[in-house]
């Protein structure tokens, strides 16, 4: 079943009165959103808001106490968590690289990846086809990120979560990075970017959901998101 919005958007996921508690602490209250398909969603807000949390919720690093989370349409405890994970892929904040070679990390999650469709991954995340058997100890920062978000595509994800994926690079290579994001945005991979930038966010993103203190208090259309204008540039 293909869930859509009431203005006939198909939408990825929808969150039901999410909330998750650790130690103590209410990390999200009462979460209900929307997330629609073939688009860019940021999620923003201060430091601490529960962010990364609901985007770990979102391929099941981590599961709600009460509440429900949804993928088009389908409740995520009635999937594969393992399929789950290969049709939503997470890209984190530091570039992890697990192999030696460029060529051997695209394929963690596809040992049968043919050389040439490697190299179109890399071209795809704005890398040379030349790297494919360059060690990947001699990468910088942004290239290790395009090359995780090449990794990530190897498996043909229908959605590609990034959590902060450029807050820990420097100017240059964030904007490399934020080039293959949004080249995958006009290819139409469904994507939701945690972001600490309200200029990244008012850039990349169509959607906006608004968190504070683990509680969505806005989400919609980008130009509509008040939190994105009052906290400027």
Same mark, same amino acid.
């Given at each position: ?44 807000? =201060? ?25 088009? #349409? ?66 910088? #920062?942004?290239?290790? &990120? ?9 498996? &043909? ?40 930038? =309200?200029? &990244? ?33």
């Amino acid at each position: 079943m293909v869930a859509v919005s009431e203005d006939g958007q198909d939408t990825a996921f929808t969150l039901e009165q999410v909330t998750l508690r650790r130690g103590g602490a209410t990390l999200l209250a009462d979460v209900s959103a929307m997330i629609p398909g073939g688009r860019c969603t940021a999620l923003v807000g =201060p430091s601490g808001a529960g962010k990364s949390t609901l985007l770990r919720l979102l391929n099941r690093l981590d599961e709600p106490g009460s509440g429900r989370v949804r993928l088009h #349409g389908t409740p995520l405890p009635d999937l594969d968590v393992l399929a789950l994970r290969r049709r939503v892929g997470l890209v984190g904040q530091q570039p992890v690289l697990l192999t030696d070679r460029v060529l051997d990390d695209l394929r963690v999650g596809e040992p049968g990846l043919t050389e040439d469709t490697a190299a179109e991954l890399l071209v795809r995340a704005h890398l040379a086809p030349s790297m494919l058997h360059r060690e990947t100890a001699g990468l910088s #920062g942004g290239e290790a &990120q395009r090359l995780c978000l090449a990794r990530a595509l190897a498996v &043909q994800p229908e959605v590609l979560l990034l959590d902060e994926p450029t807050s820990a690079l420097d100017a240059v290579s964030a904007s490399a990075v934020e080039d293959t994001i949004e080249q995958l945005i006009e290819d139409g991979l469904t994507i939701v970017l945690v972001s600490h930038s =309200p200029v &990244q966010a008012r850039r990349l993103a169509g959607h906006v959901i608004v968190l504070t203190a683990g509680r969505v208090t806005e989400q919609g259309p980008v130009d509509t998101i008040a939190y994105l204008k009052q906290v400027g540039a």
